[in-house]
């Protein structure tokens, strides 16, 4: 079973589809990050984040007592500080391999509406 990532926005937007497919950004995550690094933009792995209780589920479920884990809270981004660094990803070659153009531009049309709305968003990872 491959990872996937997912947007999840701060608050559901009437009409807007955020299913995605994301598991070429979870193959090819390193390679992103190093293309975001030489384009000058935040990474997307930055833009990653999840809710406490559902980190601490997920530790439990793999045998790891959480009690003792201080969790972060959700941490929110603007989404047009993710949609800069999707615009730069998109031009660059690692976009051109094993459906990460497709993976990008699903995000991009998410990030795009949520900016019209002000909403904010974070990446979490499907397992």
């Not at 981004?77 to 990803?89: C, D, H, P, V």
Request: charged fraction near 25%; charge should be negative.
């Amino acid at each position: 079973m491959s990872a996937a990532y997912f947007i999840v926005l701060e608050q559901m937007i009437d009409g807007l589809d955020t299913d995605m497919d994301g598991k070429s950004l979870s193959r090819h995550i390193e390679a992103l990050d190093e293309a975001a690094e030489e384009l000058g933009v935040t990474p997307l792995s930055a833009f990653f984040s999840t809710d406490p209780e559902q980190a601490a589920e997920f530790l439990g479920e793999e045998g790891i007592d959480a009690g003792d884990i201080e969790m972060p809270s959700v941490q929110q981004f603007t989404a047009e500080e993710g949609l800069a660094a999707l615009r730069a990803l998109q031009q660059h070659s690692v976009a051109q391999t094993d459906g990460v153009a497709i993976d990008l531009q699903e995000c991009t049309r998410i990030l795009e509406t949520a900016a019209q709305h002000g909403i904010g968003w974070h990446f979490e990872i499907d397992f």
